[in-house]
């Protein structure tokens, strides 16, 4: 009886600290100086980048190496939409998600075939190609790129909400999979994936499912991305370097975990602001950070303050009760 | 417990192995003389490969220590264990499917001692099993199960140690078979070299060796000289028949 | 018509190199089942060094070759023991992941020593035609590139197949157990396979600088490409990576005869993607697994 009291406890204390730290966040711009806003946007956009890489890698053991393919439709569906088409940047956004889930679509058939290492390197073959196309493509200016002007009316604070809705959003998306049906087939799939086929998870489509769902909040993430930077062309759109983020902040935050991407989002953006002037020295520090937690903690941050302390912020588990009821499929 | 002067070849004192949580052998000691044929005899899941990886250094102890010729090899990796002088015939065989049958013989001559021997140690292998000096173009792979045990054992010898440990040679293969194995072993034996034999069959443990160690779920349940174990009471006991269990 | 039988030979000279960048992948694809993302980076770190060296000494590319596979040798050897073989039994990712994270410290210590702008490795040797007939000619150094390639392609076959070295590493990457009980030191054979992969890929790096034009990001370019020939001529096959690296170089070829220069590479990396859908295990599989 006690142990649930104190159980109770922590969870309301735990809700309590989240509902504060919510609100915070929604009334930041109204509080903080604007290079701080500018720093929780970044944050918010590199932790949905982070969720969804998490997503695919972490949870349905699909290591992408290739999320730049919807950073770079997506930012391209922003720029078309509202330079060459003059429409809505929502409905830009959107379409930018949308055209990222279509180009899954397409590939997955061939690219569901591929086990373990050849998926991962076929999605970083395929971003490379998509960058090649796009070079040589009139239609999206080669390689001069575009200015996406829709944003130069735009306050910080404006771009600082979308992020917000973008990056929260991404947390509850993952935390609301977790725990349904699908989310606990995912996760006997990562633990054994002949084991999770045999009581009938049906792979491919889970597969199928998480990768479309990463890559439309990936491809929206990069259209709101693009919206910060206002200038795209093909080489960064679909650069190796949004990947690279993803996985340093996936593994300094914690492989698996929620709060991973969050604490390695941190991480990531703080580190490159005070490096500004000096990208390379930050990409070789987050390097040397990602190989040594590999080393030291291969459960990153979040996994090692786990282990130690029994800390779990968004645990996707569920009563044994509840569980039960659940597993008949 | 503590001999001054140990003349047993390979001692094993209190030997405690896990994998992870799951605790595979509980206190087990044994002592190998120089020159004998020891077999250990117990079914599945009584730990016999388990106490030969550890001996070999495949697996860890979590307790317990490994003495061969006065010295400690609970620690040591696989191929240090191998070059002070011990090696296996491994569960399966496990020979190097993608080479040839000399190819395999040869590494196991890798080294620099044995390699020094080489022509010496082939040409003894080939005298004990005829057959693989037959195929020794062929590829491994393309062996019978009873040739693939040869081969293992001959590559075994080409390591030119002093204790070679058997682990379950039998297996799958057809009792002639078997039979023209273990003979030749005895041969090997009285030239000099010492065997540890894991075997399910109490009967032929009990006649092809000199001393035996009866295992069950991780415990040594019965020793004693294999002459005078009595082959029922050794059965009852593999069967985990309570009075020992 | 003429043009295109140039292509084609063009296509094949050149897959000789390609083969020799996807030599170091093989080995160690092949031995170690693990794919090195740094493969292209670490041989584009060579490219620099042997430049560097090159320019010390007055333009000799000899030396620049000594030195630089002397050093990479070690880098190789020290990446392996302290960096790979510590996670080689967790699983297929973390060395994955570490490769990746070492493959971003090398870009980005490549660009913050030598910045951005496209290098070559000067040389006497140049892209002068060496063999000229009405139907096609050859140039000097993608001659010189081939022939190379082949004579290190044979004498890895020839140390594979005749050396105890050679017999270790096969060994090693049939069976760990089996290979330790014979005495052979598998986490030490990883490393001198690291070592022989980083051997080739400065050779192959070397070749590339006099060759091309290269900055620090060219290193991805090349991992795709050795990644390319690997999957095409089989894991661990050396001279199916011979054959890979000649079909890429002539799906680059081709691919620039029939859609244009400007989509060389894409040919390349669609014919990548087409054989990764249907085969795999590479076109002339018969290596392990």
Redesign the interface.
Known sequence: MALTKTNNAAASVKIVVLGIIVILLFTLPFWAPENIVMIFLLIMLYMSLGQMWNLL?GYAGL?S?GQQIFIGLGGYSLAVITEVYHLNFLLAIFIGGVVSVIFVLIISQ??F??????F???T???A??LA??F??WAFVGYGLGFNIRTTYEMSTSFLYYLSLVLGLGSVLLVYIIMRTKRGLALMAMRDNESAAEVMGVELYKTKLTIFLISAFITGMTGAVLYLNISFIQPYAAFS?DWT?AS??IV?IGGIGTMEGSIIGAVVYVILKQFLYDFP??S??I???I??LI??IA?KGIMGMLHDKFGWEVLSPRRSPKKLMKMIRF | MLNQENKELLTVENLDVHYGDLQALYNVSLQISPGSIVSIIGSNGAGKSTLLGTITGINKPTRGKITFKSQDIGSVPTHTIVAKGITMSPEGSRVFEKMSVEENLFMGAYLPNARRKRQELLKRVYGLFPVLKEKSGQLATYLSGGQRQMLAIGRALMVDPEVILCDEVSMGLAPVIVKDIYHKIREINREGMTFVLVEQDVKRSLKYSDYSYVMVKGKIVMEGPSSELPEDEVKDAFFGIHKYA | MEVLLQLILNGILLGGLYAMIGLGMSLIFGIMGIINLAHGDLMIVSTYMSMVVAMRFSGNVFIALLITVVVMIIIGFLCQTFLINKVIDKGPEPPLLITFGLSIILQNVLLLIFGADAKNIPTRVSSENIVTTPWFSISEIYLINFVISIVVILLLSFVMKKTYFGRAIRATSGDIVASELVGVNTKRIYAYTMALAMATASIAGLLIGMTFTYSPSTGTQYLIFAFGVVVIGGMGNLVGTLLGGIILGLSQMVGSYFFGTAYQLFCGYIVLLVILTFRPQGLFAGARK
Do not use: D, H, Q, R
């Open positions: 890698a290591v190496l061939p690219i075939k591929m086990k373990g290492i050849y991962s390197i076929s970083w073959v395929i490379e190609a090649l196309y070079l040589n190796i690279v996985v340093v593994i390379g020295i990409m070789i987050l390097g040397v990602a190989i590999i080393l291969p």
